[in-house]
């Protein structure tokens, strides 16, 4: 062969390679397979659990036909900030199609319909970004108009019985000062002096006009119109500050006058009021004291005309939930934690006598009943269902589902939970929730150990996307309701004052042998997280022991001294620990304080926290990272951006979740199965 001829064909096949490997490159990469189960359904991955469609807030229309209600999804467009935005939509209380009322990038929440069933009112900020203001829509739909347009917004609202009023919740907005001061940037604050109360206000539909109806140095919240639209209940806290939850009052408030009568409070807390349908008893709930630990909130009557409170409940050991008037006036419904559930109970007005009305074993809520007094609307989930909508009849016969807004999750293999039991170091009887991995048939596994947050709460037996995604990664997790947890009577929730760290720990660590001697948790691949008090539990747990081969604290307390004064709870934690400031008692402060053991920690350690936590500030956590920096413990500190205690941006919510699986997989030693590799 001529060789100039060969080496030209040479060039030519070496360019035509070039071409093929550059159009092969600029080729979109096809997305690789979702992950499935044994089974052949999906597993569920960080990134679906945006996909969760949240509903709430259900409200029956007038006539009983309708149930108006709201649904939030994850709107996530590329190269856009991912954002939850919030619509209305209505289904026919006999169940069927639900339609979806508004749309758009603005959020429309707390629906409610006119007393007349004509209109839907909701709230929306969509003519200025952060201010909502009250709309309305004809109650068939089409387009939303703008109702009040009051300075700053409003938080909340309601009808009066005749529909033409409403009353609205607004915070104070700053004088003309304040905003002269605030575009110079001279705006300094004086801590725990500079709040802004939020009061009531009465709007006039058709007038347009408003009329201010309380004011002054304290806050207002849960405005409820009399049945004859004459007299308004509220709740008043001398502050919106966390620590001054407990510090609640009832009053009621004479529209036309403006008179104002205090009904129940101190020295005994009180709110959740709400009038019985034919306007002679106000129903609220209440504690014995403003004790701001763990309490007891039981039902009270308040004659309407005046008198003394009376205790509805007194034998039953669970507080009572925000009461649900029958529409004979007879009963009070109402739900509550108890155990591993949120269950539904009513109360017998004339006895007090108190009776479970559901046993799902998961969490089911009551909301309200309709006009005519037979149909009852609320929420209700379970370990493989998010919250959606129910309807009853008030014998409970049978509860019958009213949307399916997560029909997609029929499509993946999704992990159940049981209510497991275990007896504690010191003989305690303790309950939790285990999360076994998807399509688990025996034998042991890696294991997570996940603390709840509070320490007043529970982990229930519902829907719980974290643990889900773990579990599709193969983990078993245990949720434990140690001492000092709801659902198990006042002396349970109380068992851990002045002892963090102690009965709690060997309540979780029992827990942990239990599993074991289950063959379940295989004792050389476990791990532990936890957020809040969850956060501080796995702190402690890093610095007790080296069972574990991982531990993840989210939020949590590490010097105990130091957080009373960081803290926006100072009053609750200053229960915890004899009622006393960290500076009369600094020994034992001290000795709960992770920060005090340190020096014992070997576990690789990934910390999470928010950069602007109010609750327990990110100090907390950089005390501790910096111990196992300097003494070469293996350790990572995640700081998100923006973010208070709860976290609210989506992107932050599925990293913290695609973490969680990587690390776990990596010192537990099994493969990460549902997340893409870490880049």
């Known amino acids: 062969m001529n060789p100039k001829r060969f080496i030209t064909t040479l060039l030519i096949l070496l360019s035509l390679a070039t071409i093929a490997l550059a159009q092969e490159d600029s080729k979109p990469k096809a997305d690789p397979p979702p992950p499935r189960a044994k089974d052949g359904k999906k597993l569920l991955t960080a990134m679906d659990l945006l996909r969760i469609n949240g509903v709430s807030n259900p409200r029956i229309s007038p006539d009983g036909s309708r149930v108006v209600y709201t649904v939030s999804e994850i709107k996530m467009e590329k190269d856009k900030e991912w954002k939850q935005v919030t619509q209305i939509w209505v289904v026919p209380t006999g169940g069927g199609h639900a339609r979806q009322f508004t749309r758009g990038d603005k959020s429309a929440s707390q629906p409610e319909w006119s007393p007349d069933g004509s209109m839907i009112a909701f709230l929306s900020d969509r003519e200025k970004d952060g201010e909502r203001q009250v709309w309305m829509m004809l109650a068939d739909g089409g387009e939303a108009w703008s109702v009040t347009s009051h300075k700053g917004g409003v938080t909340g609202f309601h009808f009066s019985p005749d529909g033409k009023r409403l009353v609205l919740t607004a ?17 300094t604050i004086v801590m725990e002096r500079d709040l802004k109360m939020t009061h009531l206000w009465v709007y006039d539909i058709d007038k347009k006009d408003e009329k201010r109806l309380t004011q002054g140095a304290w806050t207002v919240s849960d405005p409820q119109w009399s049945p004859d639209g004459t007299r308004i209940t509220y709740t008043t806290r001398p502050t919106p500050r966390a620590d001054d939850g407990a510090l609640s009052d009832v009053w009621v408030v004479t529209v036309a006058s403006g008179e104002k009568q205090k009904i129940a409070g101190d020295p005994a807390a009180a709110d959740n009021a709400r009038w019985s349908p034919d306007g002679k008893w106000i129903a609220f709930t209440g504690t014995p004291d403003r ?19 009376k205790q509805v409940t007194s034998k039953f050991d669970l507080s009572v939930g925000t009461p649900v008037w029958s529409r004979d006036g007879k009963t009070i419904y109402f739900s509550t934690n108890t155990l591993e559930a949120i269950e539904l109970y009513s109360a017998d007005v004339a006895s007090g006598g108190v009776k ?8 089911t809520g009551i909301t309200e009943i309709s006009k005519d007094g037979k149909t009852i609307v609320g929420t ?23 949307t399916n807004h997560n029909a997609w999750l029929n499509d993946y293999s999704v992990a159940q939970s049981e209510v497991v039991k275990w007896k504690s170091k010191d003989g305690t009887e303790v309950e939790g929730v285990l999360t076994k991995p998807v399509g688990y048939t025996s ?4 294991f997570l150990l996940n603390p709840h947050g509070g320490p007043t709460g529970a982990s229930l037996n519902n829907w719980n996307g974290t643990v889900q995604v773990l579990a599709a990664n193969g983990f078993a997790v245990l949720q434990p309701n140690f001492r ?16 963090w760290g102690k009965g709690d720990y060997e309540d979780c660590m029992s827990g942990v042998d239990a599993m074991i001697a289950a063959g379940i948790a295989d004792p050389d691949r476990m791990g532990a997280f936890g957020w809040s008090y969850g956060g501080y539990m796995t702190f402690w747990i890093d610095t007790q022991t080296d069972r574990f081969k991982a531990i993840s604290p989210g939020a949590g307390l590490t010097n105990i001294y130091s957080m009373y004064s960081q803290t926006d709870i100072h009053r609750y934690l200053n229960w915890f620990y004899t009622d006393k400031a960290p500076w009369e008692n600094q020994e034992l402060y001290w000795d709960r304080s992770p920060m005090k053991y340190v020096g014992n920690v070997k576990t690789p350690t990934m910390i999470m926290h928010g950069q602007v936590d109010t609750r327990v500030p990110i100090a907390q956590a950089q005390e501790f990272y910096q111990a196992l920096v300097e003494r070469k413990v293996p350790v990572d500190f995640v700081v998100y951006p923006r973010e208070n205690h709860g976290f609210t941006e989506p992107r932050h919510n599925m990293d913290r979740v ?6 776990f997989a990596k010192y537990l030693q099994t493969p990460v199965v549902t997340e893409p590799a870490e880049e």
């Open 171 to 187: 915070t104070d907005q700053p004088n003309k000062d304040e905003e002269d001061r605030r575009k110079v940037k001279d705006d």
């Open 291 to 309: 004790d701001p630990g763990p309490s007891t909130s039981f039902l009270y009557l308040y004659p309407a005309d005046g008198g003394t409170p």
């Open 356 to 363: 479970q009305l559901t046993s799902r074993g998961s969490a």
């Open 380 to 402: 209700l989930s379970s370990p493989g269902q998010p919250t959606e909508l129910y309807v009853t009849r008030l014998d409970f016969g049978s509860i019958k589902p009213l």
């Open 443 to 446: 034998g042991k596994v890696p």
């Open 484 to 499: 000092g947890s709801t659902g198990k009577g006042l002396a349970f929730s109380q068992a851990n004052k002045n002892t």
């Open 658 to 663: 695609r973490r969680y699986v990587r690390f």
